[in-house]
């Protein structure tokens, strides 16, 4: 089958989030050869959410696979390509889908390299439409980050911006280590600039590091908030309302899950003295109680109120109807801002 390549888009255009992965999965293919993705309907179907759309297209049906249904099995797959020096990028459905593929990547795909003392690297990236706030049915509203980030050997990483998306799964697919790319899917449809030109992607040999740096988007004086993937914007909407209320209130984006960058955190919270944690994941156990337990190490002395976390209840994801109640909401946040500013 003869595949013929555009030429890539450059300059800086406004995308959806979706549409800044596909451009980013599009550049990644169409600069090395060993990249191949595979997933269930990824092809003709573009996906579910058409992140994937017109890709199997321009590069053809042995570099943009579509998978039967069966996620251990296209874990496996991706698992022995890597090994034979391919670069394969899985597409999980939907979040609630992984767990069929969990032994895979949990057993195998997160302890090759150091099983193998190194000789074996393993560049697997598993994206994942993950999180809440889409009316969808059970299983696909999930936030399974914490039960990855409790095993080593796996990178877990998710943009919050359409820039980020671009720039992170052309890292995460640099890395020699496997990615558990988690796109937070109820953000799929919000617009930002994106550089196309790759200007702003460190793909040299080290520059998926980055990948795991923190940033602050907004500073602030009185209190950091901390978040990740889809509790980003609602951690800046938080911020802004609390600026009208006389709050200065800083918002970090930590980007990455595992590792974290808690450099950059302590670097804040020494100055803003207040930490609130969200995320939609489940607070028991969640990455917030780590994110505190770290922080309250490094910061003990320049703590002036506990650190607190907003998150989802200790209860399977609820019906669509009442998800608004379980998700950090503007209000939960603002509510975690004013308790933590009131001590």
Known sequence: ???????????????????????????????????????EDIGRLGGV??????????????????SPLAESGILGTAIGLAMAGYRPVVEIQFDGFVFPAFDQITTQLAKL???????????VVI??????????????????EALFAHTAGLRIVTPATS???????????????????????SRYWDKGEVDLSGSGVDLGPDGWRSLHHARIVRPGADLTIAAYGPTVATALAAAQVAQQEGHDVEVVDLRSISPIDVDTLVESVERTTRL???HEAPMFFGPGAEIAAAVTERCFHHLEAPVLRVGGFHTP?????????????LDRILDAVDRALAY
């Open 113 to 123: 390299r150091y099983r193998s003392k190194g000789l074996l690297e393993v560049p």
């Open 163 to 185: 820039a980020d998306a671009y720039a992170m799964i052309q890292q995460s697919i640099a890395s020699p280590d496997p990615v558990i790319f988690l796109e937070p899917k």
């Open 49 to 66: 959410f058409r992140v994937t759309d017109g890709l199997q297209a321009e590069f053809g049906t042995q570099r943009v696979v579509d």
């Open 317 to 329: 994801y609820p019906a669509a109807a009442v998800e608004t109640e379980y998700l950090p909401s």
């Open 276 to 278: 609130v944690v969200a």
């Open 1 to 39: 089958m003869t595949v013929t390549t555009a030429p890539a888009p450059t300059g800086t255009e406004r995308l959806p989030l979706a549409k800044a992965i596909n451009a980013g999965l599009r550049r990644a293919l169409a600069t090395d050869d060993r990249v191949m993705l595979m997933g």
């Open 127 to 144: 994206r994942i439409p993950y999180g809440g706030n889409i009316g969808a049915i059970e299983h696909h509203s999930e936030s399974p």
